[in-house]
């Protein structure tokens, strides 16, 4: 089946300091990638929705010049959230589409806490 | 836009027993996809089920099963022979004929009783 890890999968970093979180599809090429955030007992908001080689779509709100997306290759997206505050300790959960499916496959997530 | 709503944040059945989930979604499209999603406490979402709009018959996947009234636009979805292990939140999700996104509802979390 598709596999779509992430790495790392906790993280704890100070405040004004960045953190990269990558995702990574292991067994097929990822020609669409998502990245949510899910605060606790809620639902995964959207962040940003990224197409291999092209800029990220960030949905309505999120700071795209803080929550930096790259997705370089059909197998890899990052998600760099900058100058880190505690308000963006969260879990990050991405997910990963393979063209003509219907789909998508969830990494595990990471749960970043900003002290 | 697009909405989907799961009226039930909670939900407990007896082992053995089956419980329903109850989602409802807002769209003008007359052809999209629903889906199921279960996140146990490990957060890692695992796809329970799906549904393209244009087949009229129910989708079933082992003890899995949905209810689809398109013109109601419902979609609910029935676990037969609850087990200990189906325990986790459970999100109904929307996704539209062309779009890429997934839009989710709100969650609800279904607790076990053994």
């Known amino acids: 089946g598709a596999v779509v890890s992430q790495h790392p999968s906790r993280v704890i970093c100070k405040s004004g300091t960045s953190v990269k979180i990558e995702c990574r599809s292991l067994?097929?090429?990822?020609?669409?990638m998502f990245w949510y955030r899910q605060f606790p007992k809620q639902s995964l908001m959207l962040m940003a929705t990224?197409?291999?080689?092209?800029?990220?779509?960030?949905e309505q709100g999120v700071e795209k010049d803080k929550f930096l997306i790259n997705h370089a290759s059909l197998t890899l997206s990052t998600l760099t959230v900058t100058s880190a505050h505690p308000e963006d300790s969260s879990f990050y959960i991405c997910?990963?589409?393979?063209?003509?499916?219907?789909?998508?496959?969830f990494g595990p997530g990471t749960r970043l806490t900003v002290t | 836009a697009q909405t989907v709503t799961q009226s039930q944040p909670e939900m407990s059945v007896q082992e053995a027993e089956t419980v329903t989930l109850s989602c409802t979604y807002d769209?003008?499209?007359?052809?999209?996809?629903l889906f199921w999603y279960k996140q146990p406490p490990s957060r890692q979402m695992i796809l329970v089920i799906r549904?393209?709009?244009?087949?009229?018959q129910n989708a079933t996947e082992n003890r899995f099963s949905v209810n689809f009234q398109k013109a109601a636009k419902s979609f609910s979805l029935k676990i037969s022979d609850s087990q200990l292990g189906d325990a986790a939140m459970y999100f109904c999700?929307?996704?539209?004929?062309?779009?890429?996104?997934?839009?989710f509802g709100q969650g609800t979390r279904l607790t076990i009783n053994p």
């Open positions: 997910s990963a589409r393979d063209q003509g499916r219907y789909e998508q496959y």
């Open positions: 067994d097929f090429q990822a020609t669409t």
């Open positions: 990224s197409n291999e080689g092209s800029k990220a779509t960030y």
């Open positions: 769209t003008s499209e007359s052809d999209y996809y």
């Open positions: 549904q393209e709009a244009y087949k009229q």
């Open positions: 999700a929307y996704r539209g004929p062309l779009a890429q996104k997934l839009v």
